[in-house]
């Protein structure tokens, strides 16, 4: 960011407390908060000023951590992993972070609980960073393989959904860790971001992408069939938040759409993700995974920069109108040519998963 590389979330100074960037003001201010209490951590997480699924895992562990600071009992664990896991339903990483930390913390005597939580935390934090550069080297290949029949002079165009960025993920992000490598690597390429009503997701891609110099170009939701029809995407990459036993992908809301019009217009569509997004106790993503269901003043309004430089939020829909907020949908597997994982692009079967992942497979977890 300005030139300066920063991770989405860290240990302050005092060695206890978290820092995290507060990505509801993004992309119009930059701030950042202190999260000093499980309270602070289930808030931060519930109200979205840290979303994206690996974050929310990463936050999650540092929640239970405080919470054992103030209370490290077997029933100041137990609540806070209740409390924390109640903050969002569709991310499976919040579970699988909150697993991981119990699994080190549970058996322990009381003096050694912090300690290891901690520990932990920050494995959980690195590991991430570590996934999304494998994700992104395989991603790599496929943009690279895309710019080798381009003519020379003409950008690869990929198509993104939401933010799937290193603001989603501890560093690099899932579907961008790519984007970023190819374009280091001095291949040419161009983004297409969806806006992602009603939040607005892709405007912290635009942000993200603007800061690291990718051309990039905003797009309301709507866009991509249109796109793809007159041959303008290359390939899509998006992010995800739980990937079923066989495949199946649930990510924000409009990836649906946006994968249905690539098969129509046989335009490549991958998923990026870190192994702790897969959840191989559920199969049929559409009738298993749960879908966040949040206010509908996310979509009754509005929120940007005025012409004076306040931040303004404004209602756009008509009083009284009913509205609908459903936070994901699920795309099923036969609508994806490829996941892109820290272990290589596998297919998105119950095979290729188990096969890339036969530990995780085996323990159905
Ligand atoms: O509701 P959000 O903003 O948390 O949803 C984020 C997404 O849907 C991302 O695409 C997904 O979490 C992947 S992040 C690497």
Same mark, same amino acid.
């Given at each position: 960011m300005n030139g300066k590389h920063t991770r989405s979330i860290w240990l302050e100074p005092d060695g206890w407390s978290v820092g995290i960037i507060d990505q509801t003001l993004l992309p119009h201010r930059f701030a950042t908060l202190r999260l000093a209490s499980l309270g602070d951590a289930a808030h931060a997480i519930k109200s979205m000023q840290l979303r994206g699924a690996p974050l929310i895992g990463a #936050? #999650?562990?540092? +929640?239970?951590?405080?919470?054992l600071r103030e209370d490290a009992s077997d029933e100041s664990l137990e609540r806070a992993y209740a409390v924390l896991l109640d903050t969002r339903p569709t991310a499976i990483n919040l579970k699988w972070a909150l697993d991981e930390m119990m699994a080190v913390v549970r058996n322990r005597p009381r003096d050694e609980r912090v300690a290891a939580a901690y520990r932990r935390a920050a494995e959980i934090c690195d590991e991430d960073v570590a996934i999304n550069q494998a994700i992104g080297r395989h991603g790599l290949k496929l943009i690279e393989d895309i710019a080798r029949e381009k003519k020379p002079? /003409?950008?690869v165009n990929v198509l993104t959904h939401c933010n799937a960025g290193w603001l989603a993920t501890v560093d690099w992000g899932t579907a961008t860790a790519a984007i970023y490598m190819a374009h280091d690597a001095g291949i040419k390429l161009h983004v297409f971001v &969806? /806006?992602?009503?009603p939040r607005s997701q892709g405007a912290l891609t635009a942000w993200e992408l +603007?800061?690291?110099?990718?051309?990039? *170009?905003?797009?309301? &939701? $709507?866009t991509g069939g249109h796109l793809m029809q007159h041959r303008m995407v &290359?390939? #899509?990459?998006?992010? *995800? &938040?739980?990937v079923t036993a066989r495949g199946d992908v649930c990510n924000k809301i409009g990836t649906y759409l946006k994968a249905l019009a690539a098969k129509d217009n046989g335009v490549p569509f991958y998923v990026g993700l870190p192994s702790p997004t897969i959840d191989f106790t559920v199969s049929d993503g559409l009738a298993e995974i749960p879908i966040e269901q949040r206010a509908g003043d996310e979509v009754a309004t509005v929120t940007g920069k005025a012409a004076d430089g306040r931040i303004e939020t404004v209602r756009v829909v008509?009083?009284?109108? #009913?509205?609908? $907020?459903?936070?994901?949908d699920v795309t099923p597997a036969r609508l994806v040519t490829g996941l892109i994982t820290e272990r290589g692009v596998i297919p998105a079967t119950r095979d290729g998963l188990a096969k890339a992942f036969p530990e995780r497979a085996r323990g159905g977890r």
């Open positions: #936050a #999650a562990a540092y +929640g239970l951590c405080l919470a002079g /003409e950008p &969806d /806006e992602t009503r +603007g800061q690291h110099g990718v051309p990039h *170009t905003y797009v309301p &939701d $709507n &290359d390939i #899509a990459i998006v992010g *995800t &938040d739980r008509p009083d009284g109108s #009913a509205v609908a $907020n459903y936070g994901f």
